[in-house]
């Protein structure tokens, strides 16, 4: 019955990971779950009270397949005084959730064949969604040693005829980790070597960024900062997922160039049609409004960040790099490989991921399904008590291995 497409498809390993969480709560387990990467605080005043509205005064119907006029517009404003680009409203495209916008811009940009560049650790979708554009995820491998981010090098070994685009993500789902202008700059250097080549940059996260000295225009810093020449190559992902704590809206977009931002429109003509009405006017008032609350939400994720590190001192066995932004600790688990718990050898990070799940009741994402065996990834917007929680029962498991 099923498609070779169907066969083949992983479903998204996180939210299985969720739903396994769920199911335990269901059963009345206490299950804290630093797998999802959503935030815990509410969608903002202003956007939910412009959804009601929405509601209340029947902007309910159909909008254009890129989204309204007015949304695109306060995109185009944002690109400008963010990243400095010019952009018109013809060059955005609204979307349902910036996971569908990743995934239309793969589906209008790949043939088959065509080789997209992703390093390791990556945000877990990214390879099958390239896949299912019937493109070849490269995987390049990035180690703590590097600080799991690309070297100029392995990004130029890795570009080859088949090269298509490279999609990469700053401040980094899974690692909280950023690239600076100057490793920007050796990439666009790089990338004008290589002129078939798309860049993809998925700026989710750019608004999380804790310390306001690592922020260029109140962003991380982005490619087309140091290198706007690149414009004409470059994709940039964003939406209101994250920042303003909308995941259940689903809005995101893309701002590009236009011959591929036109394609991504009609692939949503064809398929979603639009993202929803009330959604999208929700997400205007929220770049209108809410500046001050992001900055709120900066300095509580960094309090919760320092929270977090100063708990995993208790457990000297787990390596952290110190994240930069985004919600994610990445954190090498490495040194448990071969102790025993219960009966049972650990030899991976599946397993610890597993052990925690099943007997202290911690949900985390093992580091294998982001490319890197040896990991977990935490989310710690969460609150501080659920955070000690949960560290109190890693220290329970860690000192039961022998
Ligand atoms: C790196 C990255 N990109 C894109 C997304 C997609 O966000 P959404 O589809 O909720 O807009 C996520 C969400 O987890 C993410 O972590």
């Known amino acids: 019955m099923l498609s070779k497409r169907a066969l083949n498809l992983k479903p998204s390993p996180t939210l299985s990971l969720v739903a396994k969480a769920k199911e335990l709560q269901a059963k009345g387990f206490d299950v804290i779950s630093l797998t999802v990467g959503e935030p815990d605080w509410n969608t903002f005043a202003s956007p939910s009270n412009a959804g009601i509205a929405a509601i209340q005064n029947n902007i309910t119907k159909y909008t254009p397949a890129n989204g309204t006029i007015e949304l695109r517009k306060k995109i185009a404003e944002k690109a400008k005084a963010e990243i400095g680009i010019e952009y018109a409203p013809t060059q955005v495209t609204v979307g349902s959730g910036a996971k569908f916008i990743i995934f239309a811009a793969l589906q209008m940009i790949c043939n088959p064949g065509d080789e997209v560049i992703i390093h390791s650790p990556y945000w877990v979708s990214y390879p099958t969604m390239v896949e299912l554009a019937d493109g070849v995820p490269r995987i390049i491998l990035c180690e703590e040693k590097e600080g799991y981010k690309l070297t100029p ?148 994720l960094a309090q919760r960040k320092n929270l977090a590190l100063q708990e995993f001192k208790r457990i000297p066995q787990f390596v952290i790099s110190e ?20 009966n049972t050898y650990i030899e991976n990070d599946k397993m610890v991921g597993n052990i925690l799940l099943e007997k202290f009741y911690v949900a985390t994402v093992p580091g294998i399904e982001c490319g890197n065996q040896g990991y977990l990834r935490l989310s710690f917007a969460t609150t501080e008590e659920k955070m000690k929680l949960a560290v109190d029962r890693m220290v329970q498991f860690v000192s039961q291995l022998n």
């Open 153 to 300: 090098e392995k990004l130029e070994q890795a570009i080859n005829h088949k090269t298509k685009a490279f999609l990469f993500c700053s401040p980094s789902n899974p690692t909280g980790l950023m690239y600076t202008k100057e490793e920007l700059q050796a990439f666009a250097d790089i990338f004008r070597r290589h002129p078939q080549v798309i860049i993809i940059s998925d700026d989710i996260y750019n608004s999380l960024v804790f310390d306001p000295k690592n922020r260029v225009n109140n962003v991380a810093p982005h490619i087309l900062h140091v290198a706007p020449d690149l414009k004409e190559r470059v994709i940039m992902i964003n939406g209101g997922s994250k920042a303003y704590s909308m995941t259940g809206w689903r809005i995101g977009w893309a701002l590009g160039p236009q011959k591929v931002i036109t394609a991504m429109a009609d692939y949503q003509s064809q398929s979603t049609g639009s993202a929803s009405s009330i959604s999208q006017h929700a997400v205007l008032a929220a770049l209108t409004d809410c500046s001050k609350d992001i900055e709120a939400v900066n300095v509580k």
């Open 323 to 342: 994240p930069q932004g985004a919600f994610y600790l990445w954190v090498n688990v490495k040194s448990l490989f071969g102790k025993k718990f219960e």
